[in-house]
């Protein structure tokens, strides 16, 4: 149950354009659709994002985006605000039947 | 509207015992999965346990079987996680979480910190 594997830190302009990778295996984020992200301002409940890959639960604005190719995942925010100034983490199920969260990236909005 | 809330975070010493409890309301509680998930501090997620709505599914991480026990009460529509054996890396904030068929988790709790000492 190795975690999956994000950049520790991502940061952009507000306007500017960011992707957060996360990395895994065939076991897990390449193996099911089950690859969901959250965004944690500290201190507060996680938010989830995105879910199966691409999708986005009502009220997520539509700047936040999600892809996949092979085992690696991918949440594109679009036009980052400073509000955006959170830390990100990825989750996949696994052929384990367990669940995998990524290490986490801090998005630094300069 | 879905709300999560935990309790039973405490210091603990070493080798110790303590129970955590989620009380939920604003939706159908045997109808979902339940997780908790821990966050130890300055580290990410770490996802801990399962538990499916009629209680037959469960699952846990390697870093805490036989040691931690998940449990639900259907009518009491609460949610809890037996932690045994406590160690100083079992030192976390734990959260309760909904889980949902694509096996995201779409409700959280604010939390309940665990400290334990060695």
Redesign the interface.
Known sequence: ?S?LTQPASVSGSPGQSITISCTGTSSDVGAY??V?W?Q?HPG?????II??VTNR?SGISSRFSGSRSANTASLTISGVQAEDEA?Y?C?S?TTS????????TRLTVL | QVQLVESGGALVKSGGSLRLSCAASGFTFRDYYMSWIRQIPGKGLEWVSYISGNRNTINYADSVKGRFTISRDNVRNSLYLQMNSLRAEDTAVYYCARMTTSTDFDYWGQGTLVTVSS
């Open positions: 149950q975690a659709h089950f969901s959250y944690h507060k409940a996680p938010k989830l879910y199966e639960p830390d983490y989750s199920y039947s367990t669940v995998v969260f990524g290490g986490g």
